[in-house]
């Protein structure tokens, strides 16, 4: 996307969660000379967005991982929505006790896809049982842990919905190793439709996240911003239910 518009852009790596590390990269950036930069997931401090300001150099955030300053542009998926049609395929199949791994509360997106998956239980009437949600992080290691704590559980569930693609990897190790089929015991459905989703065993159903066109929005925030074209702070898109072999309905 920056390659039609010759822009020289920086691309911050997700690794930068936290604002101090990221306004140092930021700062770095601007003394190298850029059009423009991109931060996947961290939102700088307010001494290194100042800088940026100052100098006239854009900056959008893709995927904050806390709700950015009413000044700042950004880029986002409908996490909500996605949750909440994930939850919905589920309980369309017959599933009622229904459980999520999701992230840390402090992460806007974990937030949005647990909110999410309780309006979907809220709208079929199903009550939302708390041993069923586990607040934990994102990762094959979360998921391999919290599906066992699941399992343990005096009543534990039919489906699962994780809310990363890399926590659903982490389920599926689990329930394999405790005996139960996928998805003829337990159902999961993952967010984000990374490329291995479509190669695990089975082929994973999933909420995609449309990550090439957020990255190609950010790029356009940036250009609009250089070239006072418009301003659009947040920009939040679509996601859309990939379903595979991973969900199928409870057993009689």
Not at 206 to 221: K, N, W
Request: net charge negative; charged share 20%.
């Amino acid at each position: 996307a920056a390659a039609p518009r010759r822009l020289r852009l920086v691309v911050g790596p997700s690794v930068q969660r936290d604002a101090d590390a990221a306004g140092a990269w930021l700062r770095h950036a601007l003394a190298r000379g850029t059009d423009g930069l991109v931060s996947v997931v961290a939102v700088p401090d307010a001494e290194a967005r100042a800088a940026l300001a100052t100098a006239g150099v854009p900056l959008v955030v893709v995927d904050p991982r806390r709700r950015p300053p009413e000044d700042v542009l950004s880029v986002g998926a409908a996490n909500f929505q996605g949750a909440l049609e994930a939850t919905a395929h589920l309980l369309a199949l017959g599933h009622r006790r229904i459980a999520t791994i999701t992230g840390v509360p402090e992460q806007d997106n974990a937030l949005a896809r647990l909110a999410g998956y309780r309006a979907a239980l809220i709208q079929a009437d199903v009550p939302v049982d708390d041993d069923l949600v586990r607040l934990s992080t994102y990762g094959v290691a979360a998921g391999y842990e919290e599906t066992q704590r699941l399992l343990a559980l005096d009543d534990p569930p039919t489906a699962i919905f994780a809310c990363s693609d890399d926590t659903a990897l982490g389920a599926l190790r689990a329930l394999r190793e405790a005996g139960r089929s996928v998805p003829d015991d337990v159902s999961i459905v993952g967010f984000d439709d990374l490329p291995v989703a479509p190669w695990t065993d089975p082929p994973l159903t999933t909420v995609r996240q449309p990550l090439v066109e957020m990255g190609a929005s950010a790029v356009a925030l940036v250009h609009r911003a250089r070239s006072a074209s418009g301003r659009t702070l947040r920009t939040e898109l679509a996601t859309s239910l990939v379903v595979r072999a991973s969900t199928a309905a409870p057993r009689a």
